[in-house]
């Protein structure tokens, strides 16, 4: 799906924390200014709900999860959600998965990690056989490593709009990457992703994952997810960038992805830091070149000179502001300079 010279098509976002009224209005205003499509997040609830209040006043804006984490709940039900998701947006709903980190998947939803990759993998193999089974009327068991389902006694089921349901997985690092360039029907990026880690280790990693399969690019939907402040003030955007990136720096498992672009020693500060107070409390420890390396900051024109460097790669953006580090009037501020500045003309 490459973009080519028109550049990469725009997604938005809405959240689980504002009235349906306010997530049907913002979704239509996306539709009304022409974005591709809108995301929901599992922060920690499931991403569906607001997603239903999207479907409800749009017509064309396609609905996705940003991520649904694929290891809180079975296969099953993700797949029944992604049904009744795509009924209900009639055919508009595109099923975002993420195997999110250890920690908040054993820890707060008490549920099995395991290896994510392998993990990922089963659960995107039993929920495209329960949506094409379903599709049938004859759904049959299902036995892997980590589910094992049973439907001897499932009575009828209304049957799927679709027969597939494209699903995009959401991806860190090279595993990730390879494993859904090879049997996703999208790649969906962290929004941590630097621009340089886009075109120095995605388009390889891509590459590689689609030779395994034998799958042409056109077959896979890149959509890269990014942080980005623009503001006048460019001392006060990459401010407001730093608790963002101390957030994701502050946890174990992200180290590594840090390392890889030469901030170990910042990220094992943080991880510090974190632990003995909150990221909020240490954001101070954010060195400027840090900051504006995983957030794109900068003046307006600044920040799109950045993103221009991935407009051939890119089929599709998703920007947003830091809104799980910015206070809400400063987070809607940025929302819209970030219109102004990149959806405009």
């Known amino acids: ?16 924390h504002m009235p349906a009224s306010a ?36 017509s064309r804006l396609k609905i996705a999860s940003g991520i649904a984490i694929a290891f809180t709940r079975s296969p099953f039900e993700t797949a029944m959600a992604a049904i009744d998701m795509d009924r209900m947006s009639e055919g508009r709903f595109v099923l975002g998965l993420g195997s999110s980190v250890r920690t908040w998947v054993e820890g707060f ?13 089963e659960v995107i193999e039993c929920v495209r056989l329960i949506i094409a089974q379903a599709h049938t009327g004859k759904l049959r068991g299902f036995e892997g490593k980590y589910h094992k389902l049973d439907f001897a006694e499932l009575q009828p089921l209304p049957p799927p709009l679709r027969a597939r349901i494209p699903i995009w997985v959401a991806a860190l690092r090279s595993p990730l990457i390879r494993l859904g360039a090879e049997v996703a029907d999208g790649v969906m990026g962290h929004p941590i992703w630097s621009i340089d880690w886009v075109t120095d280790t995605v388009v390889p990693e891509l590459a590689q994952g689609l030779a395994k399969a034998g799958r042409e690019r056109s077959q896979v939907e890149l ?9 006048t003030d460019a001392k006060q955007s990459v401010e407001d960038a730093r608790a963002c990136v101390a ?9 590594e992805y840090f390392a890889a672009h030469g901030f170990r020693e910042q990220c094992l500060r943080l991880q510090q830091g974190v632990r003995e107070r909150d990221y909020q409390g240490v954001a101070h420890l954010v060195p400027d070149e840090m ?37 809400p009037e400063r987070s809607e501020a940025y929302f819209g300079t970030i219109a102004d500045t990149f959806y405009s003309g």
Not at 109 to 121: A, D, F
Not at 223 to 231: A, D, E, I, K, L
Not at 301 to 312: N, Q, T, Y
């Open 291 to 327: 900051a504006s390396r995983f957030v794109i900051t900068g003046t307006p024109d600044e920040a799109r000179r950045k993103l221009a460097r991935i407009r051939e790669i890119a089929d599709s953006v998703t920007l947003m502001p830091p809104i799980l580090t910015l206070p």
């Open 1 to 16: 799906m490459s973009t080519g010279s028109r550049g990469p098509r725009y997604w938005g976002i809405v959240s689980p």
């Open 247 to 255: 957030f994701y720096a502050g946890l174990k498992q992200y180290e």
């Open 23 to 58: 997530v049907g209005a913002l979704a239509k205003q996306q539709e009304d200014m022409g974005m591709e499509g809108t995301f929901a997040a599992q922060v920690y609830g499931p991403p569906f709900i607001p997603l239903a209040a999207a479907a409800t006043t749009t």
């Open 109 to 121: 939803y008490g549920m099995p990690y395991g290896k994510p990759g392998e993990h990922l993998r």
């Open 223 to 231: 959509n890269c997810w990014f942080w980005t402040t623009p503001n």
